[in-house]
């Protein structure tokens, strides 16, 4: 489809050379998973609207939801947000009217140049319930309440850190809803960057959500790592593995590199003492060679018996001068055992090292393996997947028989996170990935 013909392309042309070029690679990433064309590589005609949405499975599967909630809660309200692709709001609005069956005053559009007064009249409207859609950008992480009549917001980008995606879903979650539970869709696009993303953003939210409750003072929270997103933008098991391998080559260098380092800047220290070590040894190599002479049983024995005390005053010499060396280095704090210990200590690491990057190449064969069963595996759980029946029986579940009932059965806690899960989702984080926040 066009969407992977995309993605293949974007792949092909990845230069890690070019300055930047991580970074650009991701963005392109993400907004192909919004629409294929919106990839720097189409270069066909522009797209009308119905064609924009519909080849894109992203903004396809998310209109397709909405008007199934149209059907079946006709009051609720429903947010679209999008920190990308901001130009083109416009569209997904037009779709709504034109095909979804919107009136055009039951949508609105709040950006960063939507002025403070129009952004409290679409607020007040929307929790109203005289504007059905809003669809919105990084404008409505904070200072906007649209909780009261929400029951869906739809992610269609995913922000780089935990807190700004809990500041999304905060504008929907919220004391004021007059329903008990919201869903918060992650519209994630098969065999993209969009799953990584998330995964890695709740792996965040779990480290964070535990150390708050052992009382942490200080915790990492900052935004996913590029070299992290790095192997995710790739989908091919070979490439993708090259690149993994070629990350753990680098640590494993400059790991090398810093015991090295670290050695050469211990045996400065200890240069002193290998000098005159060296010097004993010489003189016991000498001391050993006068004594083999003094063996041979020759006319000139006698002569090298006499000498022996004079080699052997030597080394007594030599000896004498490195226990002087070390006591004036332990005059300066340097301990001569422990310098000993860490030079065998850090020839030992790097020796394990040198191993590490020799099972590189297995290690390699064994991620492709693993990557093409990863692939497999995503591929298949989506197939054959109707995620707007499913909507439609989550609906009926969910919202009517809830407000008669008052009383939910087919969903399960998840304490790690704090959220609600249907059993009946995928919870592997695929194509939808369906959170309901219970307030």
Do not use: C
């Amino acid at each position: 489809d066009l969407t992977r013909e995309q993605y293949d392309l974007l792949n092909e042309n990845f230069s890690e050379t070019e300055k930047g070029a991580i970074l650009t690679h991701i963005l392109n990433a993400r907004l192909i998973a919004i629409s294929p064309y919106l990839s720097p590589y189409y270069d066909g005609e522009e797209p009308y609207v119905k064609e924009f949405i519909e080849n894109s499975p992203k903004l396809k599967q998310t209109m397709d939801l909405i008007h199934q909630n149209k059907k079946d809660i006709p009051e609720s309200g429903q947010i679209i947000y999008s920190e990308l692709a901001v130009a083109q709001f416009p569209k997904l609005k037009e779709y709504l009217i034109k095909e979804i069956g919107y009136k055009p005053e039951e949508i609105g559009i709040i950006t960063g140049a939507t002025n403070k007064n129009q952004r409290i009249s679409i607020q007040n409207d929307f929790n109203e319930g005289k504007i059905k859609v809003v669809i919105g950008s990084e404008a409505i992480q904070e200072g906007m309440n649209l909780q009261e009549q929400t029951t869906d917001v739809y992610m269609l980008t995913l922000p780089y850190n935990f807190t700004s995606l809990r500041q999304v879903e905060g504008r929907a979650w919220r004391q004021g809803n007059k329903n008990e539970n919201v869903r918060i869709n992650f519209m994630l696009a098969n065999d993209s960057i969009d799953v990584f993303m998330l995964q890695k953003l709740q792996a965040k939210q779990a480290r964070y959500l535990e150390a708050m409750k052992k009382g942490a003072d200080l915790l990492d929270i900052s935004d996913i790592s590029t070299q992290e997103l790095k192997t995710s933008i790739i989908t091919n098991p070979e490439t993708r593995a090259n690149i993994e391998i070629e990350l753990m080559k680098k640590r494993i260098e400059v790991e090398k590199n810093k015991y090295l380092a670290d050695s050469a800047f211990v045996l400065r220290k200890y240069e002193d003492v290998l000098k005159v070590k060296e010097l004993v040894t010489k003189a016991e190599h000498s001391y050993n060679r006068i004594e083999g002479y003094s063996k041979n049983g020759d006319a000139n024995a006698d002569y090298w018996k006499k000498e022996l005390p004079s080699y052997q005053k030597t080394i007594e010499l030599h000896k004498a001068q490195v226990q002087e060396v070390i006591e004036n280095l332990a005059q300066k704090g340097i301990d001569v055992s422990q310098i000993e210990f860490q030079t065998k200590t850090t020839e030992d690491k790097i020796a394990e090292l040198d191993k590490k990057l020799e099972e590189l190449t297995e290690t390699r064969e064994n991620l492709v393996t693993l990557y093409k069963i990863e692939k497999a595996e995503m591929l298949k759980a989506n197939e054959n997947r109707d995620y707007v029946r499913e909507r439609e029986d989550e609906n009926r579940t969910l919202y009517n028989i809830l407000i008669k009932a008052n009383s939910i059965n087919d969903f399960k806690t998840k304490n790690s996170f704090g959220i609600t899960i249907n059993e009946n989702e995928d919870a592997n984080l695929k194509d939808l990935s369906t959170v309901i926040r219970k307030r």
